[in-house]
């Protein structure tokens, strides 16, 4: 299973509800990486996401704690073990862990594969992602390319579990 990730300089990923920065290079990556592919989101993340819809190209699944929750655009799950359920039959290297915070949290020890976005500036945030850098069985196996995007350098780095 991947995550993929958007962080600030301190492992930070959103602030309030909301992205830390608008990067359309990293929102070009990110189609790029999950098109046809199963994504696993919580409920607050996919209200964020324009018009408050799914992906498109991809099967969006839902984690939400709020049983009275349904939609059916997408597969809403109310726990880990439930999510486990939909995507059995699913290859884990089609499926990404999309955040937010509590959803990363919930799947990090089933991760292999961590597509990080690595922002070179410290936001104000309020939510966070594990520091890979200091994770003993994570290493970080490719830098990726670079960028800039007002004023933010950023870069498309690979961890991998050992």
Same mark, same amino acid.
């Given at each position: 299973?991947? %995550? +993929?990730?958007?962080? /600030?300089?301190n492992w %930070? +990923? =959103?602030? !309030?509800? #909301?992205?830390l920065m608008h990067l359309p290079e990293d929102l070009r990556h990110f189609r790029e990486m999950t098109i046809g592919k199963t994504i696993i989101i919580g409920r607050k993340t996919l209200e964020s996401f324009p018009g408050g819809r799914p992906l498109p190209g991809r099967t969006n699944i839902v984690l939400t704690g709020n049983r009275e929750y349904?939609?059916?655009?997408? +597969?809403i799950c109310h726990s880990r073990e439930e999510v486990m359920q939909k995507i059995s /039959?699913?290859?884990? @290297?089609d499926v990404f862990v999309c #955040? #937010? %915070?509590?959803?990363y949290r919930q799947f990090m020890d089933l991760c292999d594969t961590f597509y990080v976005t690595r922002l070179d500036r410290a936001f104000? %945030? /309020? *939510?966070?992602? @594990? /520091?890979?850098? *200091?994770?003993?069985? +994570?290493? @970080?196996?490719?830098?990726?390319?670079? =960028?800039?995007?007002?004023?933010v !350098?950023?870069?498309f780095a690979k961890? @991998?579990?050992k």
């Open positions: 299973m991947n %995550a +993929i990730v958007v962080v /600030d300089s %930070a +990923i =959103g602030n !309030k509800g #909301g992205l349904e939609r059916d655009d997408c +597969i /039959d699913v290859d884990e @290297e #955040g #937010g %915070a509590s959803v104000e %945030a /309020d *939510r966070y992602f @594990e /520091d890979l850098d *200091r994770a003993e069985e +994570i290493e @970080e196996t490719d830098s990726g390319s670079a =960028g800039e995007d007002e004023g !350098k950023y870069r961890y @991998e579990r």
